[in-house]
């Protein structure tokens, strides 16, 4: 059974709470964890804050740090097989759609670890020959890494890659629907050699673990990956303490396809925007917002493939997409499409549970399109974060982009056309964090990734994902000091 992992050591739970973790592919029993409390949370603190005042760490040369990530990233390519095949047995998503997750996380140790020691500071010209400055960056203490079930191990190494090179110290709250991988990578944060106290595992519901990270006094910096909901919750219990916050929150948004785009491509890439792990992506791209000249023809054709699409579970090779995380958030979509349709949607395409045998026991939706959709409607603008498309409709270049920003979230969105002036144009004035020309869902280690508006606070990877991390603190000094005599006395 897992446990938790406080102050270097593995360990149970004070209360000996137990959580039984089921795939949603099938509803069977997959892993046993141990579910802590409130009081387990407060021990993980006080071990990351005595870690971080008292041990070794936050003085250890940064170069030192990244080599430890750099050997989180061998030993997790070495043991790439296992980890995948529990991520999918906890999310329920496909196998190969696992492997590539992992190699993305393995990308992100090697890019956390290889820029360690590569931005030492920087001098600032004072304008005066007595006096010289600089910025150094500090570590800003004790992090809270909090994070959702959709990308379990991906989101949490986006966290504590930067948070150890930076020379922080953290406490790690994974999703409790999702925990097996985040004890995996905390055993190879053990083998790779972090010092006790350093990293911290918790294990438990958002309410018992997460909200006293937030409330801690002891906590510095809150980077939270999830819902808009959770986020503001999270903000106002951070207040009191006055933290920092990197909040990663939802997103809606919006593929858009001009008429004169590669018909062919922008068809392919629609479905994969939208209908990838079933939709639980935060970038899925789930408003198409089309030409009208171009949108009956596109819709039938995107209709048509939708229906194709095979569910099935994580290691069936003919799977093509999984389940929902859990009979709860199914009921979720399922309200979000009839929302839709009584607001006067027109469904063409799922809508429904599978019939076909073998997938009852999972928490499988069918690929949904509804049609003839606008910003009035709560499927539109609010995050259903399954596999419903909505499609909107657009009539020129400045309609196109009132309706992609037209949007509380920011987080990410595309645009399709062969006109590459307009694809710029387009791509400029969207208001989101990301925004993919001819293509969609690429990322990069190296490249920031965050929202606009209600998609959140600040940016994970890239340069300024490090930042998230470390305190530019100023020192002057004076080289040549004598009295001022600003005062005559
Ligand atoms: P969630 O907000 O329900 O939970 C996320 C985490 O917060 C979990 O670990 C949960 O236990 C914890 N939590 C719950 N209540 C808490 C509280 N009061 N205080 C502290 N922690 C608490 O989100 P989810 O359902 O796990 O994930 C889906 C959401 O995540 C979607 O909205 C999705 O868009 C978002 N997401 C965003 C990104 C991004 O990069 N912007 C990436 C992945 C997922």
Same mark, same amino acid.
């Given at each position: 059974?897992?446990?938790?992992?406080?102050?270097?050591?593995?360990?149970?739970?004070? !209360?000996?709470?137990?959580?039984?973790?089921?795939?949603?592919?099938?509803?069977?029993?997959?892993?046993?964890? @141990?579910?802590?409390?409130?009081?387990?949370?407060?021990?993980?603190?006080?071990?990351?804050?005595?870690?971080?005042?008292? *041990?070794?760490?936050?003085?250890?040369?940064?170069?030192?740090?990244?080599?430890?990530?750099?050997?989180?990233?061998?030993?997790?390519?070495?043991?790439?097989?296992?980890?995948?095949?529990?991520?999918?047995?906890?999310?329920?998503?496909?196998?190969?759609?696992?492997?590539?997750?992992?190699?993305?996380?393995?990308? +992100?140790?090697?890019?956390?670890?290889?820029?360690?020691?590569?931005? $030492?500071?920087?001098?600032?010209?004072?304008?005066?020959?007595?006096?010289?400055?600089?910025?150094?960056?500090? $570590?800003?203490?004790? +992090?809270?890494? =909090?994070?959702?079930?959709?990308?379990?191990?991906?989101?949490?190494?986006?966290?504590?890659?930067?948070?150890?090179?930076?020379?922080?110290?953290?406490?790690?709250?994974?999703?409790?629907?999702?925990?097996?991988? @985040?004890?995996?990578?905390?055993?190879?944060?053990?083998?790779?050699?972090?010092?006790?106290?350093?990293?911290?595992?918790?294990?438990?519901?958002?309410?018992?673990?997460? /909200? %006293?990270? /937030?409330?801690?006094?002891?906590?510095?910096?809150?980077?939270?990956?999830?819902?808009?909901?959770?986020?503001?919750?999270?903000?106002?219990?951070?207040?009191?303490?006055?933290?920092?916050?990197?909040?990663?929150?939802?997103?809606?948004?919006?593929?858009?396809?001009?008429?004169?785009?590669?018909?062919?491509?922008?068809?392919? &890439?629609?479905?994969?925007?939208? &209908?990838?792990?079933?939709?639980?992506? +935060?970038?899925?791209?789930?408003?198409?917002?089309?030409?009208?000249?171009?949108?009956?023809? &596109?819709?039938?054709?995107?209709?048509?493939?939708?229906?194709?699409?095979?569910?099935?579970?994580?290691?069936?090779?003919?799977?093509?997409?999984?389940?929902?995380?859990?009979?709860?958030?199914?009921?979720?979509?399922?309200?979000?499409?009839?929302?839709?349709?009584?607001?006067?949607?027109?469904?063409?395409?799922?809508?429904?549970?599978?019939?076909?045998?073998?997938?009852?026991?999972?928490?499988?939706?069918? %690929?949904?399109?509804?049609?003839? +959709?606008?910003? *009035?409607?709560?499927?539109?603008?609010?995050?259903?974060?399954?596999?419903?498309?909505?499609?909107?409709? &657009?009539?020129?270049?400045?309609?196109?982009?009132? =309706?992609?920003?037209?949007?509380?979230?920011?987080?990410?969105?595309?645009?399709?056309?062969?006109?590459?002036?307009?694809?710029?144009?387009?791509?400029?004035?969207?208001? !989101?964090?990301?925004?993919? =020309?001819?293509? #969609?869902?690429? #990322?990069?280690?190296?490249?920031?990734?965050?929202?606009?508006?209600?998609?959140?606070?600040?940016?994970?990877?890239?340069?300024?994902?490090?930042?998230?991390?470390?305190?530019?603190?100023?020192?002057?000094?004076?080289?040549? %000091?004598?009295?001022?005599?600003?005062?005559?006395?």
């Amino acid at each position: 059974m897992a446990d938790l992992y406080v102050d270097g050591a593995w360990r149970k739970p004070m !209360h000996g709470g137990l959580r039984h973790i089921h795939c949603p592919a099938d509803g069977r029993r997959v892993a046993s964890v @141990s579910e802590g409390t409130r009081e387990d949370a407060e021990d993980a603190v006080r071990a990351a804050r005595w870690a971080f005042d008292e *041990g070794p760490w936050p003085h250890t040369p940064e170069r030192e740090r990244g080599a430890v990530l750099l050997r989180v990233a061998e030993l997790l390519e070495r043991r790439a097989g296992d980890v995948a095949r529990a991520e999918s047995l906890d999310t329920g998503k496909r196998l190969v759609e696992s492997e590539y997750d992992v190699a993305d996380v393995v990308a +992100c140790f090697r890019y956390f670890g290889s820029v360690a020691g590569t931005s $030492p500071g920087r001098v600032v010209d004072t304008g005066r020959a007595d006096a010289i400055s600089r910025i150094d960056y500090e $570590p800003v203490g004790v +992090c809270g890494l =909090i994070t959702p079930w959709n990308y379990p191990l991906l989101q949490a190494a986006w966290k504590v890659a930067p948070a150890l090179v930076a020379g922080n110290t953290f406490v790690l709250k994974p999703s409790e629907l999702t925990p097996s991988t @985040s004890v995996m990578l905390m055993k190879l944060l053990e083998e790779a050699g972090l010092p006790a106290g350093v990293g911290n595992l918790v294990l438990g519901a958002g309410s018992e673990v997460g /909200a %006293p990270l /937030a409330e801690h006094s002891y906590v510095d910096l809150i980077s939270f990956t999830g819902g808009l909901g959770t986020g503001q919750r999270i903000m106002e219990a951070s207040a009191a303490t006055v933290k920092k916050l990197a909040l990663e929150l939802g997103g809606k948004n919006p593929n858009v396809v001009f008429a004169d785009a590669d018909v062919e491509t922008a068809l392919d &890439f629609a479905l994969t925007a939208v &209908f990838l792990h079933s939709g639980q992506v +935060c970038s899925a791209g789930a408003r198409l917002v089309v030409q009208d000249s171009l949108h009956d023809d &596109f819709v039938d054709e995107l209709v048509r493939r939708a229906q194709l699409i095979r569910l099935g579970g994580p290691f069936d090779d003919r799977t093509e997409t999984g389940p929902l995380i859990s009979a709860a958030h199914r009921a979720k979509v399922e309200e979000y499409v009839a929302t839709g349709i009584a607001e006067g949607a027109v469904l063409r395409c799922g809508g429904r549970r599978p019939d076909e045998a073998g997938l009852d026991e999972g928490y499988y939706y069918l %690929p949904t399109i509804l049609d003839e +959709c606008h910003q *009035g409607m709560a499927v539109v603008h609010e995050e259903s974060f399954g596999p419903v498309l909505t499609v909107e409709r &657009f009539t020129d270049e400045d309609n196109a982009v009132q =309706i992609a920003n037209d949007t509380e979230y920011g987080l990410a969105g595309a645009v399709w056309t062969q006109d590459a002036g307009k694809a710029q144009r387009v791509a400029r004035r969207m208001r !989101h964090g990301t925004v993919w =020309i001819n293509d #969609y869902h690429p #990322y990069l280690p190296q490249a920031e990734w965050g929202g606009f508006g209600r998609s959140g606070i600040g940016r994970e990877l890239g340069p300024a994902g490090l930042d998230e991390y470390r305190e530019p603190k100023h020192i002057w000094q004076n080289i040549d %000091p004598r009295p001022q005599r600003w005062f005559s006395g």
